[in-house]
């Protein structure tokens, strides 16, 4: 049988309110569906972290996923195992999205860390807003750690200010927020001179591939890491992704602004 254009119109305006209906339901239930998802996090305990990684990559519950594509599996458990041996007790992350590393610095930190992660809901390079994020953030806990969430710009002032309260002394420092070079370049200068002497400093997105993807964090990189710097890079020609790892007090090079040098 064959449709009529007016027939062929009628169902596809049900659909699109069919689809409506859907959305909005499905955008009322998911605070609670939130709340349960934390919950079942919050039970999940401590475990090897090559089985954190693959639990937290392929989690989804009630619809609630930790986007797996924003890092390259092998190079996170290898910056994890990193993090794990320095054992942090406070450790602040730039950038945390659907909360994957945050999830996992958790597992790799120390069982009284405190644990804080900047965002902007719906921010540049990959942002999202979740309803409930800070309930969910905090039940990524393991023992007596705190994980705080801050939805805030990590370019404001204020939120270094806070973050300087909220932890001191900063252990391991991750920065994955604004790609761009000023945002990255920024993020740096403001939450660098927090870190302890023989603190780690995490850059994300080393690797040049797409400006949407890397914006300017590779030629940061570059002109930031100095003489003494490691890299976790699974294939060179990847495109985008690798973690560039400095320690505080070795060897990176002062940028134009002094406050921007490491050592
Ligand atoms: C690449 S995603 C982070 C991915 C996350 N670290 C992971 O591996 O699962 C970058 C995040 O930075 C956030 N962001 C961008 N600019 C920001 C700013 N000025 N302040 C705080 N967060 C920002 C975005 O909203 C986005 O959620």
Not at 26 to 46: I, S, T
Not at 224 to 242: H, L, S
Request: charged share 25%; aromatic share 8%; net charge neutral.
């Amino acid at each position: 049988m064959r449709c009529s254009c007016a027939d062929a119109g009628n169902t596809g305006v049900r659909s699109f309110r069919r689809s409506q209906w859907a959305t909005a339901a499905r955008d009322r239930v998911r605070p609670y569906a939130n709340r349960v998802v934390a919950a079942r996090l919050c039970r999940h305990g401590r475990n090897p972290l090559a089985d954190e990684v693959r639990f937290v990559r392929s989690f989804n519950w009630l619809g609630f996923h930790f986007n797996p594509f924003v890092q390259v599996e092998s190079e996170l458990l290898r910056f994890v195992e990193l993090v794990c041996a320095r054992r942090p007790r406070t450790i602040v992350e730039i950038g945390t999205a659907r909360g994957e590393t945050a999830f996992l610095l958790a597992r790799a930190a120390a069982p009284d860390a405190r644990i804080v992660c900047v965002d902007l809901p719906a921010g540049p390079f990959g942002g999202v807003r979740i309803p409930n994020r800070t309930r969910l953030w905090a039940s990524f806990a393991v023992d007596q750690q705190t994980v705080t969430l801050l939805e805030r710009d990590s370019h404001d002032p204020r939120t270094a200010e806070l973050v300087r309260q909220m932890v001191g002394p900063i252990d391991v420092l991750f920065i994955d927020g604004d790609h761009s070079y000023e945002g990255v370049a920024a993020d740096f200068r403001m939450f660098v001179p927090m870190v302890a002497d023989g603190g780690l400093i995490a850059l994300h997105d080393i690797v040049s591939g797409r400006p949407e993807a890397v914006g300017g964090v590779p030629d940061f990189w570059h002109e930031v890491r100095g003489e003494i710097f490691d890299e976790i890079v699974a294939d060179r020609n990847q495109g985008g992704y690798g973690f560039g790892l400095l320690v505080k007090g070795v060897g990176a090079r002062a940028l134009d602004n002094p406050a921007g040098a490491v050592d």
